[in-house]
């Protein structure tokens, strides 16, 4: 068992959708669908971490993180359809320990969870780092960071995610098809020219930083990151 996850959410679908992926992680999940709800059962029930909606009924985001901090220290990640900085800026300074915004890959939510919990309470069993290090190359699937010779590129989660899952396993080859089952999962409805796309695009991010290392085509099955230890 992780924890136990609240979500406050009005929204029915998204709220279901959290519900399905974080017990999928082990997660005891519970739900409040107005603001006024879940500062009772953040008090009550003693959460590990919640899921916060900004625009709810009753009372607010802003207002239930508020009342929460008030005599509670329970991890807070902020969901709204808002990404302008000054929101984000307001729910970070109420307390709140991350800030996700609609709409939002699960995976890299999942991934915000447990970074959260490490930072804020080590004592939560959690997965392990998911972070990479190679020549002038970080990849870190905690905070969806990629670095490349000290700077970091904007990146979007399935690439990241794809990088990650590639150097997780240097020199192996994936064939396209592996790859949508493992990197894509059983939530998606697509082709191998996807991979194909989203290899190009790291390519351009990528290609001529190092001779450590390379994304390659191994022509007639697939791509992997090799791994050059002899330089």
Known sequence: MQGKALIIEDDGNIAELLRLYLEKEGFEVLRAADGGSGVRMALNEDPTIILLDIMLPVLDGW??????RESSKVPIIMLTAKGETPDRISGLEMGADDYV???????ELLARIHAVLR???PSVKTEAEKKLSFDKLVVNLDSYELVVDGKKIDTPPKEM???????SSPN????RNQLLDEVWGFDYFGDSRTVDVHIKRLRE???????HWAL??????GYKFELNESR
């Open 101 to 107: 915004v609609k709409p939002f890959e699960v995976k």
């Open 63 to 68: 207002q239930v993180c508020r009342k929460i």
């Open 119 to 121: 930072r804020t309470d």
């Open 216 to 221: 390659k085509t191994v022509w007639g099955v």
């Open 172 to 175: 192996r080859v994936y064939t």
């Open 161 to 167: 995610e794809l990088l990650y899952h590639l150097a």
């Open 205 to 211: 991010k990528l290609e001529g930083v190092s001779d």
